[in-house]
């Protein structure tokens, strides 16, 4: 994987942010997903996500762990993408608001679910204290891992602030085994990793990429988690908590 270039990376949020807006919005599909035309193919989406809810796939596991954390919950989910991981949530959960600062993410995930009990909206996760909306639990997967670490720590201290106690919250990321050594430390960057990447129209993009490890997870949930259960696959971390006074 080639480096983006060799200037300073810059952690300063909204700047960043934007940033990886910009990278999201300009993402293609994966081939897998994607029509004739390169387009998106909600079908072909759909099947791929239920095909990976199957005992014996490596996904299993989280996907029943999300499941029965968000059963019967009133779900915030922050980074929805494609719609992965709310097509899992629908039938499991009361209702979910899936959220994305994406416009052709949200756009892809409302052709993939199609469910009566699931809305969708821009949102920027970083800062959810102003969202209209009554919540008991919070989704992000493959999100926080992308923002700086004071950034993600800032968000998690909003994020319980909005539920309250007894709110529920499920973070995931992935490993990313594969990548360890494409991931490399930046002037600017701080303590954070970044990586090059290069699935972007606009070419090779530098993000935030940080791997996290138990002792990452716990820090970045804070005082305020309690029931905390982390889990851990061979592609993702994932961590399930209740928020406490
Ligand atoms: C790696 S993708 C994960 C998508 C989905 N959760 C999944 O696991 O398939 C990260 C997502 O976070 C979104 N995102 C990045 N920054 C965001 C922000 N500040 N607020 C909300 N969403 C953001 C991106 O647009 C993208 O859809």
Not at 9 to 18: A, E, M
Not at 103 to 127: C, H, I, K, M, T
Request: charged content about 30%; proline content about 3%; aromatic content about 12%.
């Amino acid at each position: 994987m080639q480096k983006a270039d060799k200037g300073v990376f810059t952690r300063d949020w909204p700047q960043y942010r934007d940033n990886l807006k910009a990278y999201y919005d300009r993402r293609r599909l994966s081939d897998p997903f994607q029509d004739g035309d390169g387009g998106c193919d909600p079908e072909k989406i759909r099947s791929l996500i239920r095909s990976h809810h199957v005992a014996g796939d490596w996904r299993f596991e989280i996907i029943e762990h999300l499941r029965r954390a968000m059963a019967d919950r009133k779900v915030l989910e922050l980074g929805c993408g494609y719609g992965y991981w709310t097509y899992h949530l629908a039938d499991v959960a009361e209702r979910v608001l899936a959220t994305d600062i994406s416009e052709p993410g949200l756009a892809n995930a409302r052709l993939v679910v199609d469910a009566s009990n699931v809305e969708f909206n821009l949102q920027d996760a970083s800062d959810v204290s102003d969202l209209t909306g009554s919540f008991d639990a919070v989704v992000s997967v493959n999100m926080i891992n992308h923002f700086p670490r004071e950034v993600a720590l800032a968000t998690l201290q909003r994020i319980n602030a909005r539920l309250g106690a007894g709110g529920r919250v499920f973070l995931a990321g992935e490993h990313y085994y594969g990548w360890r050594r494409m991931m490399y430390r930046k002037p600017g960057a701080g303590d954070d990793f970044v990586s090059a990447r290069a699935d972007s129209d606009a070419g090779a993009v530098e993000i935030v990429d940080d791997p996290y490890e138990p002792d990452d997870i716990r820090r970045l949930i804070g005082a305020r988690a309690s029931d905390v259960f982390i889990g851990d696959c061979l592609g993702y971390w994932w961590v399930r908590y209740t928020v406490c006074e």
